[in-house]
T-cell receptor
Framework: DARVTQTPRDKVTEMGQEVTMRCQPILGHNTVFWYRQTMMQGLELLAYFRNRAPLDDSGMPKDRFSAEMPDATLATLKIQPSEPRDSAVYFCASGHGTDETQYFGPGTRLLVL | TQLLEQSPQFLSIQEGENLTVYCNSS?????LQWYRQEPGEGPVLLVTVVTGGEVKKLKRLTFQFGDARKDSSLHITAAQPGDTGLYLC???????????FGRGTSLIVHP
């Protein structure tokens, strides 16, 4: 049963610290999405990769956030420096790229104090 | 502004009741999806509708895509506690394969 995996599941950190979240997409999927979910804003798209190339990161605060895919099995989302307003659940999703179906990971719950 | 408006935002009902939740937009979508998200988990796809007027059934869940492909509804018959969760609709336009999500309807079904 192929699944998207995310680590860590929970992260508590202090303001100003660097946070790195990791995602392993489903093998064979060529699209990867990063989302942030909050009660106020719902699911917000942060970044979108196709074949490891970043195609859309317009939803991501550029000054502190960065997203990369070092290889086809790993996607990372970094926040440096972190701020309390970054507290949210961050989801990674992957897809075949031939339709709009996305398979979500379990999320990383981030709390910045 | 939200491209997709979902209503109601919250719904609390008793087991056995029927309910309908809505997903509305002023935009036309080439496809629309419904996801269910359980606490502590990511959203899971329930169904994709692509044709205006299309109706799909998934056990006690009935999904309908509006004729103009601007809106959709999800009807649950005889709700059960296992239906509890956040129901999200997501629309995709223009062949980008990047859906836009609504904020969801949070459903609680009490035993």
């Amino acid at each position: 049963d192929a699944r998207v995996t995310q680590t860590p599941r929970d992260k508590v950190t202090e303001m100003g610290q660097e946070v790195t979240m990791r995602c392993q997409p489903i093998l064979g999927h060529n699209t990867v999405f990063w989302y942030r979910q909050t009660m106020m804003q719902g699911l917000e798209l942060l970044a979108y990769f196709r074949n490891r190339a970043p195609l859309d990161d317009s939803g991501m605060p550029k000054d502190r956030f960065s997203a990369e895919m070092p290889d086809a099995t790993l996607a990372t989302l970094k926040i440096q420096p972190s701020e309390p307003r970054d507290s949210a659940v961050y989801f990674c999703a992957s897809g075949h790229g031939t339709d709009e179906t996305q398979y979500f990971g379990p999320g990383t719950r981030l709390l910045v104090l | 502004t939200q491209l997709l408006e979902q209503s109601p935002q919250f719904l609390s009902i008793q087991e056995g009741e029927n309910l309908t939740v809505y997903c509305n937009s002023s935009s036309v979508f080439s496809s629309l999806q419904w996801y269910r998200q359980e606490p502590g988990e990511g959203p899971v796809l329930l169904v994709t509708v692509v044709t205006g007027g299309e109706v799909k059934k998934l056990k006690r869940l009935t999904f309908q895509f509006g004729d103009a492909r601007k809106d959709s509804s999800l009807h649950i018959t005889a709700a059960q506690p296992g239906d509890t969760g956040l129901y999200l609709c997501a629309g995709e336009a223009g062949g980008s394969y990047i859906p836009t999500f609504g904020r969801g309807t949070s459903l609680i079904v009490h035993p």
